[in-house]
Every structure is written in structure tokens, then in C-alpha cells.
């Protein structure tokens, strides 16, 4: 019996054993085939998570960020432990005890799985194993990629401390409202830091993981709250947090940014501008795309906020102007049927409009609800009540009052109040003009940009006008023309004929004329570009030779690989106003190269600088104490590529042009201002790019699709006061002075209307200090023509009348055709 005994319970034995080992040698063969080719977990030790790039402004204010997903990386030493304990009782009770998994957890979710037949199957997954899935490997519920969890997550627990496992798992997880870790979660849904949070937020926040995409806490928040409360419930029973505070935090209301209760985060921001975009746009190319949006870099902008308001209002307010100028009503091109009207507040909410412009005060959406004889009545968003817009606001409008507007038009609206008060005197009926344009001012010396405004309205037309647009700069590239003159041997006082030319082109002859259609003999070069003579130019641009000159723009970076055809002096071929300025900053400095930057500094996410722009060295910057009236030297390296004295010659007749040529009549500034207008043919572009000491600043006004602005239409009447409004605001904050006479020349006078030398004594109208080089001096009765023969045919001082002749068109209308209109419409270059 004994021995009998004895058997069965060694062949029970036998049996357990030979259980054991098979389910050993099963597990580890499940390991040994799941375990190879995993991807490596010790990558995660060099973990470098996608983060925010953001924008600072030179006070370190944001000014934008940018991300393909919101995530604010903070280090687990600096991670409240209210929020871990959250994620813990939420996620992982057990995460500080096990070694990876959690076998009660995985055999309890086996059981329930079973219970209810499937029906209910719930996660057991770790912190460790949320991390190495969420990490390196899929999404996919298969038992082959559990297993593989498993695995990673028993090597990680080896190779990472848990608080580096929690902070990986923190910084990574994705908590909705594209909210991805904990901090952006903290600011996307509370607006606050995490130290700011309440056990209640806290909790909340712990609550997201289980299914970030559907707990939104306004459409679902009876189950987030449960959730929440859930997550309270398990931190006080871990000891976490006492019972009174459990049962005072589940009171709480459910409150977030999405519901009301807190300001958004955004609300801090500015609207993206072109300024942020164009930084955007730049450094994505600098340094790549993935690296821009994921890298976590913190950019030091160059802008400065106010010059960049007064920029923006000035721009916008002249191309309004000349909007209204036209009569033309478009309105925005939106109309809420009449179905919508009778909840018109929640349709004109739902009308993609830009809500931030600002012109004269803030435009305001708004939509007609009645058109009676003298009044318009509309409904404003944010007004209660409705409104109404007086018959004489829109006097400026052509046509008959009634067939501008339907009901349910959609428009915008503007207060107008007493200066003195602040009192509403009426509502005023605004839009968003037709006409484009772009601004640009950069800093002299450092080619900092300080403003830029690249249209009207970004959220309207991202396209910036002032880095992406290619216009014809016209009469404002002439300066290069004149600059490779003086650098050629000529002087401001040389004579160049004034006199008709006459052209053959493969596309016919071209008989370019000046902008009055007058012609004015031998004249001085100064007067040559402070009146903005077309003839004279081309005459000196052949006798220069047009190579050089396409060598001179293309060394100021205006163009890459300029066309050297003789219409090109003339500013035909084209490029964009962010070229222009800063090659006329480098007239400014004294011919020192600057590179135009919007950006001071980058630093990468470990505050390591990986682009500095000034390269320039400061003496004494390190010292602590100076001499009584001395400073930091700035020593420059820039290369330098023009003569210090042509600089000043061109510069010296650039202020003629604001003193008394074709900016006279619009800018008019407290300090020394040099500076050139510019028409195209038809004024289909029209420029003025002026300069003070310290600040070059330039605009342009046109069409995107060129077509002309009008009759009268010009660089100096249009861009002429938007400089003047900026730059009275830039020379209150920058100042200015006299521009630097350099070494090397002397000044002489002369006769400004013949080039004639004069007395040192001698005053008057036609008198001007004229610098020259030192050996230079300057030689009357010899006249440049260019080489262009002047025939009986041509008289000099008589204008050209073309001949005009009658044609019919494609679409059978029939024009009148000029012969003499050259190589086409837009590449006969600048008029005046």
C-alpha cells in the first residue's frame, strides 16, 4: 500500500514537474521567438521629444509658436508630485513595486474577460509598457504585440530608474485637444503651470489616457467627471491625498479653457502675422522642416512691436484710402440665407472672417438685416441690439445705394467715436480693399528687420507681398544705375544729354520717354535722379555699360543673375521690396554688406545657440568699468562693396530727391532723409524706398495681378506717406543724424541746373555742396550721350507725339494702339 502510494504521488510529481518545465520551456520559447529583432529600448534613453518651437520677441514676450503637436518637454525633477500620483492611481498603482508588468493586473483583466465573455476587456498595460508601445511599437490589440510589451517593458525597467520611465511616460502621452504631455495638457485645458494645479485638475488630466480623442470635457463631461472623480478616489486610497480633501475636490465643478472658465492660452498671443510666418518660412528651410516643428527651438525675433503696429496701420491706412478713392463696393463675399437670419448671431459666428484687423479702431463682423432710404440697419457680432449705418458713411460708394447691398450681406463695421469722450457717434461700413502692398524697415548697420508687413491682412492673404511678391521696382533701381556711374569715374556734377533715343528690339523699336514727355538737355546727374529723368538714365546706364550695372545689383543682392537689356535700367526686370530695402540699407551704412535677418538667435532645446546673426566683435563689452566717457567698441567685419565715398555722393543725391524732387511733396521728416521713388509703366507698381541714418524702410502698392492704379498714380503721392507716417514714429523712438562724411573728398559747389563749379560763397536755389573726390573736380562743357545719335527726326527739346493708330481685338472691341509702346507693358521699365 505504501508502495503504492509512493507511485502516485511520484508520478503526480513526475507530472507537476514535467508540467512545469514545459510551460517554462513554452514561456521561454514564447520569449525566445518574440523576443528577437525587438527594436532597441536603450534609444529611449537618448529620448528627444517633438516640442514647441516658439518665438520670442526681443522683450522675450511669445509671439507665436509652431508644432506638429503641442508639447511642452519638462524634466520629471521639475514635474509636481500631485501629477505623478495622478497618473500613478490612474494608470499603474503598482508602478513603484513591479519590475515592468503587473501580473495581478494582467490576470485580473484575464478574468474579467472571461466573466463576460469577451464583452468587457479592459487594459492591464503599465506605465513601462505604455512607454515602450507608445514608443517603439505599435497600436495594434494582438496578443503578439502584448507579449513584445512585456518583454521591452522587463528590459526598460533595467536599463532606465522609474522616475526617468515617468517622466518619458509624462512628456509623451497624448491627453486630446492636441495637448501631448503633461504641461501643454496643464496650459491646453486650465491655462496654468503644473504647479498650479488643484488634486481636482490634477485628476482630470489623469483621467484622459483612457481615451483622449472622446473625453471632451464639455461633450462628454458627465464621463469625465466620473473619470475624474474615479482617479481622486484611487489617489486617496493610496494614500495620496486625506479624505477630507478627496470629498472637497469631487465637489468641484468641471471647469476648463474649453468650457469658459479660463482664459485660453492662446488669448496671450498675438494673431500670427507675416512676420512669425515668414521667420516660419526661412528657418524650415535653414534647418529643415521636421527639425523646426519638432525641435523645441527658441527663436529671438529681430521685430520690434511698436514699429511693427505703426507699420501695419500705415500701410493698411493708405491702401484703404485709395480703395474708397474707386467707389467700388465688393463687400466680403458672404451671405447668410435667410433660414440662418433668425439666429444671425450664431451664423456670423460661424462665417470664416478675419477678426482682427485693426485700422482706426477694431473691425467687427457684421450682417444687414435691413437696407431702408437713408440708413443701413445690420446686426454686429458682440453689439447687442441692432445697428445702423447712416446713407452719408457710404457717399463714397458709385451706383445707386439700394443694388450694393442685399439682406444678409455679410460686412464689416468700425466705431466711430469722439476723440475727447470715447462716445460711439456712429458705425462706420468698412472692407478689406482690393489694392495690396507691402512694407518692410530694417536697421542700417545690422540689417535687423524691425517691421514687416506683407499685405493688408494676414488671416485674409498669407501671401507676404514683401519677401514672395517679384514686382518691378521701376524708377527706385536707378540708384544702382547712378552708383556704378560714380564708381566709374563720373561725378554728381556730370552732364548727361537729356534728348529722345530711339531703340531697336526684336520686338520693335522702343522710344522710351521721361514721365512729363518733355525733354531737357544737358542736365547734372544729381538732377538726373532727384527728378528721376528715364532718358538720362538709359543714356548713362549705355554708356557705363549695362554689364556693369547688372554686376552692381547683383553684388547689393537684388538679383540673382540680372538681364543685361538696356529697359532693365529702368527697374523692368523683377524682384521683391525685402531685396530692395536691404540694398539700400547698404547705401545707407556707407557700402558696408548687411544680411537682411528677421531672426537675432536660435537656440535648440537645450538652450545651446546654433545661429547667432551679428558676427560683429565687441571691444570692452567684458569690462566692468570704462573710462569716464568712453563705450564698447563694435568692430565690423562685413565686406565691404562699395567706395565709402560713392556712398555718400548717391546718398547726397537721394536726399535731393525728398528735398526737392519727386518725394518732396510727401515726406518731409526732423533728421537728414535720403531716399527714391518709383512708377512703373502704367503705375501698375509703385515704390518709395527712403532712409535715415539708422533706419531704411520701403514700400510698394500694386494689384497681384498688376494692372494700373489710375491715372496720377505714383511712388512718391502713395508710398510717399506711408513712409512719412512709420518713419515719424521710427525717429521718435530712433532719432537720427547728419549721414558720416567719410575720408578721401572735399566738398565744392556748383550750379545744380548746368554742373557748373561756383564760388565757396555763393547761395541760392540753384547752388549745391557737391562732394567729390580728393583729385577730383568737376569739368564743364563736356556732355554723355550714350553714343545714341540725336537726328532731325528727334528734336531736343521738343516731346515725341506717336503717331496712334485704330485696332480691333479678339473679343471685337475696338482700341487705339500706341506704336512707340515698346517691348511690352510691363518691361519698359520705371517712368519717374
Known amino acids: 500500500m505504501l508502495r503504492f502510494v509512493l507511485s502516485f504521488f511520484g508520478a503526480i510529481f513526475s507530472l507537476v514537474t514535467l508540467g512545469?518545465?514545459?510551460?517554462?520551456?513554452?514561456?521561454?520559447?514564447?520569449?525566445?521567438?518574440?523576443?528577437?529583432?525587438?527594436?532597441?529600448?536603450?534609444?529611449?534613453?537618448?529620448?528627444?521629444?517633438?516640442?514647441?518651437?516658439?518665438?520670442?520677441?526681443?522683450e522675450g514676450r511669445i509671439i507665436d509658436e509652431f508644432a506638429q503637436e503641442r508639447r511642452l518637454f519638462t524634466p520629471s525633477s521639475e514635474i509636481p508630485d500631485l501629477v505623478k500620483q495622478a497618473f500613478i492611481s490612474a494608470e499603474d498603482k503598482n508602478f513603484y513595486v513591479h519590475n515592468g508588468y503587473d501580473t495581478r493586473g494582467i490576470a485580473a483583466a484575464i478574468f474579467e474577460a472571461v466573466k463576460t465573455r469577451g464583452e468587457s476587456v479592459r487594459g492591464a498595460s503599465t506605465i513601462p509598457q505604455q512607454v515602450v508601445k507608445n514608443f517603439l511599437l505599435g497600436g495594434e490589440r494582438r496578443i503578439e504585440r502584448k507579449v513584445k510589451e512585456i518583454i521591452l517593458a522587463t528590459r526598460l525597467e533595467e536599463t532606465l530608474s522609474k522616475d526617468k520611465i515617468l517622466e518619458l511616460y509624462l512628456n509623451e502621452i497624448f491627453l486630446g485637444q492636441n495637448a501631448y504631455g503633461v504641461t501643454a495638457a496643464a496650459q491646453t485645458y486650465f491655462n496654468k503651470g503644473l504647479a498650479e494645479l488643484a488634486p481636482h485638475e490634477a485628476a482630470m488630466l489623469a483621467a484622459m489616457p483612457q481615451a483622449p480623442s472622446d473625453y471632451h470635457p464639455v461633450r462628454r463631461k458627465e464621463r469625465v467627471t466620473e473619470r475624474r472623480n474615479y482617479v481622486l478616489r484611487e489617489m486617496k486610497e493610496n494614500g495620496y491625498i486625506t479624505d477630507a480633501v478627496y470629498e472637497a475636490e469631487r465637489q468641484q465643478p468641471l471647469r476648463s479653457v474649453q468650457n469658459g472658465d479660463f482664459p485660453s492660452f492662446k488669448s496671450t498671443l498675438p494673431p500670427r502675422d507675416y512676420f512669425t510666418d515668414e521667420i516660419r518660412r526661412q528657418l524650415t528651410k535653414d534647418f529643415g522642416e521636421g527639425e523646426f516643428f519638432t525641435g523645441g527651438m527658441s527663436v529671438r525675433a529681430t521685430i520690434d512691436a511698436e514699429m511693427q503696429a505703426a507699420a501695419a496701420e500705415s500701410l493698411r491706412l493708405q491702401l484703404e484710402e485709395f480703395d474708397r478713392s474707386t467707389g467700388i463696393w465688393r463687400g466680403t463675399g458672404e451671405t447668410l440665407s435667410e433660414e440662418a437670419l433668425g439666429d444671425w448671431r450664431a451664423a456670423l459666428a460661424a462665417v470664416d472672417l478675419d477678426r482682427g484687423i485693426e485700422l482706426d479702431g477694431l473691425w467687427r463682423p457684421a450682417v444687414v438685416l435691413d437696407i431702408a432710404d437713408q440708413t443701413l440697419t445690420v446686426g454686429i457680432e458682440g453689439i447687442e441690439g441692432e445697428q445702423g449705418v447712416p446713407r452719408e458713411d457710404i457717399r463714397w460708394l458709385k451706383g445707386n445705394f439700394f443694388e450694393n447691398f442685399t439682406r444678409g450681406d455679410v460686412v464689416y463695421v468700425r466705431a466711430i467715436t469722439a476723440d475727447d469722450s470715447g462716445d460711439l457717434i456712429r458705425w462706420s461700413l468698412r472692407q478689406i480693399p482690393e489694392v495690396e502692398g507691402a512694407f518692410v524697415a530694417m536697421d542700417v548697420n545690422t540689417g535687423r528687420v524691425l517691421a514687416m508687413q506683407g499685405g493688408f491682412s494676414y488671416q485674409h492673404s498669407v501671401f507676404n507681398r514683401a519677401t514672395q511678391a517679384q514686382r518691378q521696382p521701376g524708377s527706385s533701381f536707378k540708384p544702382f544705375v547712378y552708383a556704378s556711374a560714380l564708381d566709374s569715374g563720373y561725378t554728381p556734377a556730370t552732364i548727361i544729354v537729356d534728348a529722345p533715343i530711339e531703340i531697336n528690339t526684336p520686338q520693335g523699336l522702343w522710344r522710351p520717354q521721361n514721365a512729363s514727355r518733355e525733354y531737357y538737355g544737358p542736365t547734372p546727374l544729381r538732377t538726373g535722379i532727384e527728378r528721376s529723368r528715364n532718358l538720362m538714365t538709359i543714356r548713362l546706364a549705355q554708356e557705363v555699360g549695362m554689364d556693369t550695372i547688372g554686376r552692381y545689383a547683383e553684388r547689393f543682392g537684388v538679383y540673382d543673375n540680372m538681364s543685361r537689356v538696356l529697359a532693365n535700367s529702368l527697374g523692368s526686370e523683377e524682384t521683391t521690396l525685402y531685396k530692395m530695402v536691404a540694398a539700400y540699407a547698404m547705401f545707407a551704412n556707407g557700402g558696408e554688406r548687411v544680411e537682411p535677418t528677421l531672426v537675432d538667435r536660435v537656440q535648440d532645446r537645450y538652450g545651446r545657440t546654433v545661429y547667432r546673426h551679428d558676427q560683429r566683435a565687441c571691444v570692452d563689452c567684458d569690462v566692468a568699468m570704462l573710462e569716464p566717457g568712453l563705450g564698447p567698441r563694435i568692430i565690423s567685419t562685413r565686406d565691404r562693396i562699395m567706395d565709402p565715398v560713392t556712398a555718400y555722393q548717391l546718398t547726397s543725391m537721394m536726399q535731393g530727391v525728398v528735398e526737392r524732387g519727386t518725394a518732396s511733396r510727401t515726406v518731409s521728416l526732423p533728421v537728414p532723409t535720403a531716399g527714391k521713388t518709383g512708377t512703373t509703366n502704367d503705375a501698375k507698381d509703385v515704390w518709395f524706398i527712403g532712409f535715415t541714418s539708422n533706419t531704411v524702410a520701403g514700400c510698394y502698392i500694386g494689384y497681384d495681378q498688376p494692372r494700373s492704379l489710375g491715372r496720377?498714380?505714383?511712388?512718391?503721392?502713395?508710398?510717399?506717406?506711408?513712409?512719412?507716417?512709420?518713419?515719424?514714429?521710427a525717429v521718435k523712438k530712433y532719432g537720427g543724424h547728419e549721414f558720416e562724411i567719410p575720408e578721401g573728398g572735399r566738398f565744392i559747389k556748383i550750379d545744380r541746373f548746368t554742373g557748373a563749379r561756383l564760388p565757396d560763397d555763393a547761395t541760392g536755389e540753384n547752388v549745391v555742396a557737391e562732394f567729390f573726390r580728393d583729385g577730383e573736380e568737376p569739368i564743364f562743357g563736356i556732355a554723355f550721350d550714350g553714343g545714341f545719335a540725336m537726328g532731325a527726326n528727334l528734336p531736343l527739346f521738343e516731346e515725341v507725339k506717336p503717331s496712334l493708330k485704330q485696332v480691333t481685338t479678339s473679343t471685337g472691341k475696338t482700341v487705339v494702339e500706341r506704336p512707340n509702346a515698346s517691348i511690352g507693358t510691363l518691361s519698359s521699365g520705371g517712368l519717374y
Open 712 to 729: 496720377g498714380a505714383s511712388g512718391g503721392g502713395f508710398c510717399g506717406p506711408v513712409f512719412q507716417r512709420f518713419m515719424t514714429e
Open 20 to 58: 512545469v518545465i514545459a510551460v517554462a520551456l513554452s514561456i521561454g520559447a514564447v520569449l525566445w521567438i518574440y523576443g528577437r529583432d525587438l527594436p532597441s529600448h536603450e534609444q529611449l534613453a537618448q529620448y528627444a521629444p517633438k516640442t514647441i518651437s516658439r518665438i520670442y520677441s526681443g
